[in-house]
Every structure is written in structure tokens, then in C-alpha cells.
């Protein structure tokens, strides 16, 4: 099985790190961490366990992160034990090819998707029962024994020809969802379960800062779920800006002076300042930070009105260093959103992917024009590096895998 990992070796990734910028390429050398190997199969380690083949694979800017270590080890979660190989790509639509004895769920030859499989351990692959509190009402995310460490681990990832995952990881694609559709619905729910940790009202002003995937999701989930509401959106390079509008997103802000414009369209005073961002007195309702940059989060914080939300949606994995006077001086609400779980909507309780799948089959979540770039996985380099480029036009690029004899 060929397989792209990083294995968690400090002194390679602190080269890296430190050398990248002048070295681009170390990545790719005998110095990094990352591997591009060929790795025996595993044999399923447990009876709930089955493996899957993949057939497409999207490249998500997590992924990228990882790879090239763009984050720091000085955040809070690198103080937890990890895994000792990180297996890179999520957004991954593949088969089931062998299942264990005791798999319920699935069978041979099953379309799936990773569903919990890439957030990490939780309380029912771990076989751990009674499941804690979050796992128990469906947040598996928030897992509390999450890096317990009990039992196997899974082998592979979207990178990869194939990986195991135990039953409870994966979700069945429906049969009327096509591959393109179905590689979608984990960044789809990533962003619908962002919009509804704070779920915007009819007539309020709406700011989605960043037009990658999660960003051009995010601001369809948005109308999704309150149509009445007005939906801006913030991109850096005219391809984004195309399929923003493609897809009907309401407002497009590419250039010019951005605090001047944002505050043109909620009605806000925009107060400039010498040696300073400025500041807007009004503006959004809410604020979704798909790029959660330093950068990003002061201007949102600042861009909110007074009682505002910004939601956190996407993270660099940096410490940052921040402005956070507006959550005191404007109550402005800072909060996040990870992954996905289970979701009050329309009076019920649903799985966030179910509500994906629900909003894909009435138009409601999209993708056309996403898909940018599609390569064979044997040409990965050429994939990594249009996906690290966005100049290159890229928003989603693909890896497909040749299908099984």
C-alpha cells in the first residue's frame, strides 16, 4: 500500500520548519519527516475493523499544513499525546474491500467517506463503555479519552491506496450522490456545523472572510439555513471571486479598501486611526473566519458590531498574537467550530452529514466549479504544489487512484 505520512519525529520537524523558506523542497528530502513509502497491509486489527480502497481524494489546507509544518509546537493541543504517524488526507471517497466478523454496518464493496476516522480516537473506536459525555450525545470530536491510546489504530489515509478504519469511523455514500458529491461532504459539514454554532437571522449581515473551499461552503450554508439573511464574502484572487458568484453568494469583496467597504455595506462608521487597523462602530452580525489567521480574526473582531459573533472556522495552528480589545470593548462573542457531530435542526436531532446529504439532494449545498485540479496519485508533487499555490487557480485539487482489479 503506497501511503504519504509525517511521522511525529521532533528534531526532522523543527529542520523543516526552520528551513523551508529557503528550501522548499526539503520537504521531498531525506531531512523531513514526511514519507512517501510503500507499506505492507496490515491485517485488520481487531473484528470491527474493515479496510477501504480509495477511488479520490481532496487536498485540504489541514493536509497541506501538516506537511510543510506550518503550525507550532507551542499550541494547546500539541501538549497531547499523539499519534507517532500521521497518516495525511480526510476528504477521501473510497470502497470497502474486507470487513471484520463482527462489522454490522458495512459490507463488501460499500461507498464511504471518513467520518470520524481523521478527527481522531474517540470512545467507540476505542471500544471504551461507557462512552463519555460528548461521544454519548453524538460530539465525538470533543472526546475525553480521545488520546487514551486503547487498542489499534488505523493504517493509511486519503494519501494512500487504501486504509482501516474501525466500523464507526466511516459513513455510506448514498447511492444517489456521485464521487465529486461525495468527497464533498465532510468539508460541506464542516461548514454547515461552523454556521450553526451561531445561526444567523433573517435580515442580519454576514461576513464569511476567505473563499477556499470551506469559505465558498460556508457561505452556502449560510443561505442555507437563513435565506433572508445578506451574505458577503471576502476573497484574495479573481478565480474565487467567479465561483462566489457562480454559486450565488450575494456580496464578493476582493479589493480595495476593505474596512471602508464593509462598513459601506452594513451602514457601519469606519474611524481610521494613525498606526492602527482602525475601527468600525456597526457592521456584521456575524463574522465566519474561514482563514484564522492573525491577520483575519483582528480584522473580524473589529469588523463585528457590537453583541457580534465571530465563529472561527478555519485555524493556522500558530500561536497567535491578537487584538482581542473588541470582545471587551464591543462584547463581541469569539467562538469556535471543529468538525462536525450531531446538530438540533427543524425540531430534531440529525447527524451533521445526514443534513449535508439532505441540503446536496435540494440544491441547497454545491459544488460545481470547486473541483479545479484533478491528478493521478502517482503525480502527487504536481497536486501539492497546485494546492499550496493559489495562483495557480486552484480551490479543490484532486487525487484519483486507479480502480481495483
Known sequence: MRAIFVDAQIPRLLAVKALRPILPGIIWSPISSARVADLPEPPLPGPRWLRVRNRQCGICGTDLSLLFVKGSPGIAPAALPANSRLFLGHEVVGNVVEVGERVTRFQVGDRVVMQSRHAGRNCFSQEIDPPCRYCARGQCRLCENASLGVGPEGVGGGWSEGYTAHETEIYTVPDDLNDDQALFIEPMAIALHAVLRRRPRSSEHVLVIGAGAIGLLTAQAVKAVEPGCHVTILTRYSHQSEVARSLGIGHVVQDGDTYAEVAGITGARHYRAPMNRGMLLGGFEVVYDCVGSQSTIADGLRWARAEGTVVMVGITLNDLKVDLNPIWYQEVDLIGA???????????????????????????????????????????????????????????VLLTFPAAN
Do not use: C
Request: no cysteine; hydrophobic share 30%; net charge positive.
Open 338 to 396: 471543529g468538525f462536525f457531530g450531531r446538530e438540533d435542526w427543524a425540531g430534531r436531532q440529525a447527524d451533521t452529514y445526514d443534513l449535508v446529504v439532505e441540503m446536496v439532494r435540494d440544491g441547497r449545498l454545491r459544488h460545481e466549479g470547486m473541483i479545479t485540479h484533478r491528478y493521478p496519485f502517482s503525480e502527487y508533487k504536481r497536486a501539492i504544489a497546485d494546492a499550496s499555490n493559489k495562483r495557480s487557480g486552484s480551490i479543490k
